[in-house]
């Protein structure tokens, strides 16, 4: 079969079994648009390339499988690198394609030329400058076998403008065999029987659950290990939804913006198990002095995170589904029953805030989110941007199954959660899909609401207003003496008038006893909606 490249890659995204992809087109990627046209793939117009690549990622975290966005050169592909980055830190599969100038112009500075790969290589798992269009079906096939075996992660794949003209005859490999390349799936055995005994011998284990349980769809056989053990459960931000948050062993997210009953049992156990968790300095501090206090086990996938920001006792390269379901067949339960009754006395003397009063002048994000929580149902999914809002919605929001919340971890990407919620919504599209904002974060990519526009997406966003960047505002008040520089947005747009001129429905709420009607009339269908809700700048995360 004689095909140009641009129809080679359009046809090994066929092959590929790709459904929808987000992207922007421009000039150096129009013959990839113009064989797209024949595809029955969806194609999603974002309105920015950043989103494109967000909303790919929503989109994965969703499905489950490897989320594609395509850009053009220059400012088109250097637009992404934000968007990759994201996706690199929270280990989320994702295929970007981008078109480059010929191949005779490279390293001339020619229009709209940048060297994406050269940017992009300190964090994509893999990318790839195709000067042969004859390997563009074995390209495309191995980029999708990088980014969705081992630590899941972005992969680059840029095509310059030539090669996508160029016929080839299309042959697409059956396998694929990329020398140094060999994720290692099965934990040592000897390392694992190690486990089952340092958990029978421990008297105060906890389990941190990181996002790496969710991509290996293994969250059953950490609430089964949790159980039959007795074992407390501690999460990362990228692990919510491993456990339900309302399961009596879960103690919440730790970390500095966490739950005092989950920093407690990390900080006062004699065995700590890592499982999917890269120990970033947000959810375990100084991770140092928790090894000084116990033993240390960390399961994953990526051999390089283990031990780099811990020492480790035992420590098991691989899949931690296969891992723990080996595990399940040789632990036995420890003596840990005081251990138990010390976290359940923790927790209640040390609850979460609750702002369950009426009469506040305010809308307090406490009440506003844990409403929301009851209110949505189990099935909703929920992207956050970054800032306030998203450590509120962290610790408030109960999550009860996984790849149900979704957020920005290790970059921390303000603007990521309206995108996301664009890929959410097209992966599940008869779920409620809400995205809960800061009005700074908000405008970072409100440009998207075009997208949701020109694809009716019934979206619903909840804007928590404080007429600023409220998490830096305050760092500022906490370490800087009150200094408040530049994190004043007192000059916000209206939010309720901006949902209008897209044709969306949106109503301002500025207190609690306003907070349940509003969100029965957000949440009665599935059309658009912006709820905006004032926020007092002085509501703290800490």
């Known amino acids: 079969m004689e095909l140009t490249g641009a129809q080679a890659i359009v046809k090994a995204l066929e092959m590929e079994n790709v459904k929808v992809i987000f992207g922007y087109p421009g000039a150096a990627i129009c013959p990839f648009y113009d064989a797209l046209m024949d595809s029955n793939i969806k194609h999603v117009l974002t309105r920015h390339e950043q989103g494109a690549v967000h909303a790919a990622n929503g989109y994965a975290r969703v499905t489950g499988t490897t989320g594609v966005c395509v850009a053009t050169s220059g400012p088109g592909a250097t637009n992404t690198i934000t ?37 992009t290589a300190p964090f994509c798992k893999h ?6 269009a004859e390997e563009l079906p074995r390209i495309v096939r191995e980029a999708f076998h990088i980014a969705s075996t081992g630590r899941p992660g972005p992969v680059l794949i840029d095509v310059p403008i030539d090669v996508q003209t160029r016929k080839i005859k299309f042959n697409y490999p059956d396998t694929v065999d990329i020398q140094g390349y060999k994720p290692n799936y099965k934990g040592h055995p000897i390392q694992i029987r190690k486990i089952a005994e340092a958990l029978r011998k421990a008297k105060a284990p906890v389990i941190c659950a990181g996002g790496g349980i969710i991509n290996a769809n293994a969250s059953e056989d950490l609430v089964m290990l949790a159980e039959k053990c007795s074992i407390p459960v501690t999460t990362t931000l990228m692990g919510i939804g491993c456990i ?13 913006h966490g739950v005092f009953a989950a920093n407690y049992a990390i900080h006062h156990a004699d065995l700590v198990v890592i499982m999917g968790a890269r120990v970033g300095d947000r959810a375990m501090g100084t991770a140092s002095k928790i090894a000084e206090k116990a033993d240390i086990i960390h399961i994953d996938i990526d051999p390089a995170e283990i031990g780099k920001n811990v020492e480790v006792s035992i420590p098991v390269v691989g899949d931690v589904g296969l891992i723990l379901r080996e595990l399940l067949d040789l632990v036995t339960r420890g003596d840990v029953d005081r251990w138990i009754e010390t976290l359940e006395r923790v927790k209640r003397e040390h609850p979460l805030k609750h702002a369950d009063y009426t009469d506040s002048e305010t809308v307090k994000p406490q009440y506003l989110i844990s409403t929301l929580s009851e209110m949505a149902g189990d099935d909703a999914i929920v992207t956050t941007e970054v800032g306030q809002n998203q450590i509120w919605a962290a610790n408030y929001y109960k999550v009860k199954h996984p790849r149900k919340f979704f957020t920005s971890g290790g970059m921390g990407t303000m603007g ?5 919620a664009v890929g959410a919504k097209i992966a599940s599209p008869h779920s409620t899909v809400i995205t809960i904002s800061g009005d700074g974060s908000f405008q970072m990519s409100m440009q998207e609401l075009g997208t949701m526009r020109q694809n009716n997406l019934g979206i619903k966003i909840v804007i928590l207003n404080n007429s600023g960047l409220g998490m830096v505002r305050e760092l500022q008040k906490n370490k800087y003496r009150r200094r408040y520089y530049q994190v004043s947005m007192e000059n916000n747009p209206d939010f309720v008038r901006l949902a209008e001129a897209y044709g969306f429905r949106g109503e301002r709420i500025t207190c609690n006893s306003e907070v349940r009607e509003a969100l029965e009339r957000m ?15 002085e509501e703290p995360t800490l």
């Open 83 to 119: 968007g990759i980055a994201t996706a690199y830190m929270d280990s989320i599969p994702v295929v970007v394609i981008t078109g480059q100038v010929s191949t005779e112009q490279i390293g001339k500075d020619v229009f709209q030329e940048a060297d994406i790969t050269g940017a």
């Open 127 to 132: 990318n790839y400058l195709v000067k042969q």
């Open 244 to 256: 339900p948050s309302s399961h009596p062993l879960n103690l919440g997210m730790l970390g500095s």
């Open 416 to 420: 990521y959660g309206l995108p996301a």
């Open 523 to 537: 949440l009665a269908d599935d059309s658009p909606y912006i709820l905006e809700c004032i926020v007092d700048p």
